[in-house]
Nanobody, 124 residues
Framework: QVQLVESGGGLAQAGGSLGLSCAASGLTFSRYALAWFRQAPGKEREFVAAIGWTGGGTNYADSVKGRFTISRDNAKNTVYLQMNSLKPEDTAVYYC?????????????????WGQGTQVTVSS
């Protein structure tokens, strides 16, 4: 059974930093592209960042480019999202997702598995 479990969410002030982790189990982690999406209240889930299954390619939403960094550790079956220079508009539930041998797709339909999400709240 595949499980993706996010952690590291919480409350931060604008301009601050938070780091998210997503631990995967039940799959061959190194063969999966991984991504982070987020969903704010009343809005659709949107793409944040992705990293390819070979680990060499990344993709970011324009809204987070230069502030967020996605990385992966295949030995730990974990994908990370380092969030710096946080803004109140970054407030959302953050989800990780996995796509078998996929690309750094920005589309939700590309991903095979999803975590339950972790809340990030940025105060002004």
């Amino acid at each position: 059974q595949v499980q993706l479990v996010e952690s590291g969410g919480g409350l931060a002030q604008a301009g601050g930093s938070l780091g998210l982790s997503c631990a995967a189990s039940g799959l061959t982690f190194s063969r999966y592209a991984l991504a982070w999406f987020r969903q704010a209240p009343g809005k659709e889930r949107e793409f944040v960042a992705a990293i390819g299954w070979t680990g060499g390619g990344t993709n970011y939403a324009d809204s987070v480019k230069g502030r967020f960094t996605i990385s992966r550790d295949n030995a730990k079956n974990t994908v990370y999202l380092q969030m710096n220079s946080l803004k109140p508009e970054d407030t959302a539930v953050y989800y990780c997702a996995a796509q078998f041998m996929g690309s750094t797709s920005i589309y939700r339909r590309s991903y095979d598995y999803w975590g339950q999400g972790t809340q990030v709240t940025v105060s002004s």
